[in-house]
């Protein structure tokens, strides 16, 4: 996190700094370069947020450009489902651009390269390439082709456009420095023979320019003054800069990294995610237990929370991984001013009472945020029939238990006081329903003679209510880091992470929601309807948080044990 709220993070100091100078005529133009490869996490989201967060602070641009120059992986409906996540995001941006779109002038950039005899074509295999490329302690070797002709470079890489060529035959390399402690520097390939169908270019090409070159080129090509990516990139700054330097770009935007964004109980890698999902570990790219922009925004979380929870760990230059619980929070927090307040029982206990007209129904009034009169009210209805929550019975209950137990007295929210006489129980001693008087002094949940009840209940008209499924999620992992020491994280899934609840029973007024639109099921925690699965009349919805965190709650019940060894 940021001390300094007012200069902002180092990025923003930066900015300042140039716009004092009027470097780059006082303008702001970021990008967010995503590869069309996969669909969006929500560590993307940090760089989402940067890139148009400080091109809208500052008065700015930000691109929305697809970096798609390896068409073996790229797809069409990963371009769709970024840009409709930015847009959910709440971003805007004029038309997307795409790398593929400068193809023509990155190969007159290439051409550039080899006639200022920056560039060659090399004909070693891929493998002897490594070979003479060294090691981190050895530097490399030139390539016995180095040093061919202006001529020669650009008749060979003619034929390599041609498509005379196999794949791997021939590469362009940039000519460099063998010798660099850096090893990007070592000759890079920067464009490759590549038999692909590209998603926009389609047969046009069979060379391809490499991501180094594609993106710095891109970078120059749209003005970007700032160039924010993640810290991995910082080794390739110098390669970045170099290509730049040797070619008649409009500008030369400058590389600045920042630490990417790690949670736990997670993992934030296309791969890994990909993984998950090949091997039926999850259901998709939206399942709601992943933190795929898509899955977040089935299982109900916000734009505005994704944005706040950015804006709180800020920007910096240091690996950190962030408690997901810092996630939940942020999202609680919005919720809580937004999702009007229903009653829905996830598992279902039912209730009879005993001195309630057989055949009445009345209408009740309950607000829909007791706290914000001006979200309104709704009406309920009840009956001599009722549900609810199993947990909020006990037979043999705690002195502390303010709930239902045999002759206890609870108010039921918006309704009456009502009282346990009786249960009833199936053949394994199971109870299956209870058995209560109500008092109708009590109607609009106070007695007139001020008698107290500790406990306030919810429950759902038993005669007018929609049945439903819901989906309770968990964290994903078992541990803070999947990944420790090394070992596969498949291996600490949670098994848990998914609890499918059947027969819940919600109010009526729930089939009228509608998916992404979240409410809170009052004393159980926000829900939402599922955009995927489910149907109007057999519906489903996702818990999307929990009222409280209940893993901090768990670790203050259970503190380690203090002669416990360390984790390590
Ligand atoms: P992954 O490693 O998950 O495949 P990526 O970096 O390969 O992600 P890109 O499509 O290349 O995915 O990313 C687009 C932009 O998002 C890049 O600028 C990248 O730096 C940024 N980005 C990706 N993951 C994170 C993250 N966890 N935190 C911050 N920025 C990220
Ligand atoms: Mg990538």
């Not at 609009?444 to 007018?464: F, L, M, Q």
């Not at 519906?539 to 002669?563: E, M």
């Amino acid at each position: 996190m940021e001390a300094d709220t007012k200069k902002g993070h180092f990025i923003e100091s930066i900015i300042r700094e140039d716009l004092a100078k009027n470097k780059n005529h006082g303008k702001v133009i970021t990008r967010f370069p995503p590869e069309p490869n996969g669909y969006l996490h929500i560590g993307h989201a940090k760089s989402i947020c940067l890139n148009f967060g400080m091109a809208g602070k500052f008065n700015g641009q930000c691109n929305l450009r697809f970096d798609d120059s390896n068409p073996a992986k790229e797809k069409q409906v990963y371009i769709d489902s970024i840009e409709s996540a930015v847009k959910w995001l709440g971003f805007e941006y004029g038309e997307p651009l795409f790398a593929s779109d400068y193809f023509d002038r990155l190969h007159e950039f290439a051409l550039e390269l080899i006639q200022k005899g920056k560039a060659y074509v090399c004909s070693l295999t891929a493998e002897e390439i490594r070979e003479y490329r060294g090691t981190l302690t050895e530097p490399g070797k030139d390539s016995p082709y180095r040093e061919r002709s202006v001529e020669e470079n650009l008749d060979l890489f003619a034929r390599m456009k041609n498509g005379e060529f196999d794949e791997g035959e021939h590469t362009l390399r940039a000519k460099i420095d063998m010798k660099s402690p850096n090893i990007n520097m070592r000759d890079p390939i920067i464009y490759r023979v590549k038999n692909a169908s590209h998603p926009r270019t389609g047969d046009r090409w069979c060379i391809y320019p490499m991501y180094d070159f594609t993106h710095c080129l891109s970078d120059a090509l749209e003005g970007i003054t700032h160039s924010l990516c993640s810290l991995e990139f910082e080794d390739h700054r110098p390669l970045y800069d170099w290509i730049i330097d040797q070619l008649s770009t409009p500008c030369h935007p400058q590389q600045i990294e920042f630490a990417r964004m790690n949670i736990n109980y997670t993992v934030l890698s296309k791969r890994k995610l990909q993984q998950l999902v090949d091997q039926d570990h999850v259901n998709g790219w939206d399942d709601p237990r992943l933190p795929t922009l898509e899955g977040m925004r089935r299982r109900g979380y916000t734009p505005a929370s994704i944005r706040n929870f950015c804006d709180i760990i800020g920007v910096s230059k240091k690996d950190s991984r962030i408690d997901m619980g810092l996630l939940e929070s942020c999202l609680r927090d919005d919720l809580n001013e937004t999702s009007p307040r229903v009653m829905g029982v996830i598992r279902p206990l039912k209730v009879t009472i005993e001195n309630y007209p057989e055949d009445q129904t009345e209408t009740l009034e309950a607000l829909n945020h007791p706290q914000k009169p001006e979200m309104g009210k709704r009406n309920i209805s009840f009956s001599k029939e009722i549900y609810v929550e199993q947990d909020d019975f006990m037979e043999d209950p705690p002195k502390k238990f303010f709930r239902l137990g045999p002759g206890r007295e609870v108010r039921l929210r918006y309704a009456y006081f009502i009282t346990c006489r009786d249960v009833i129980k199936d053949e394994t001693g199971k109870v299956i329903e209870l058995i209560c008087t109500y008092d109708p002094e009590t109607r609009g949940g106070n007695a007139p003679d001020g008698r107290k009840v500790k406990g306030t209940i919810h429950w759902v008209n038993a005669r007018d209510c929609m049945e439903a499924e819901v989906r309770l999620y968990d964290r994903l992992f078992k541990d803070e880091n999947p990944e420790e020491g090394g070992r596969d994280f498949i291996e600490n899934l949670n098994p848990d992470s998914l609890e499918i609840l059947t027969g819940c029973k919600l109010e009526k007024s729930l089939e009228q929601a509608e998916p992404e639109k979240v409410f809170q099921f009052e004393r159980l925690g926000y829900f939402c309807l599922d955009s995927k699965e489910g149907s109007k009349d057999a519906p489903v919805f996702n818990r999307t948080v929990t009222l409280r965190d209940a893993w901090a709650k768990l670790a203050k019940k259970h503190p380690p044990r203090k002669n416990q060894p360390k984790k390590k």
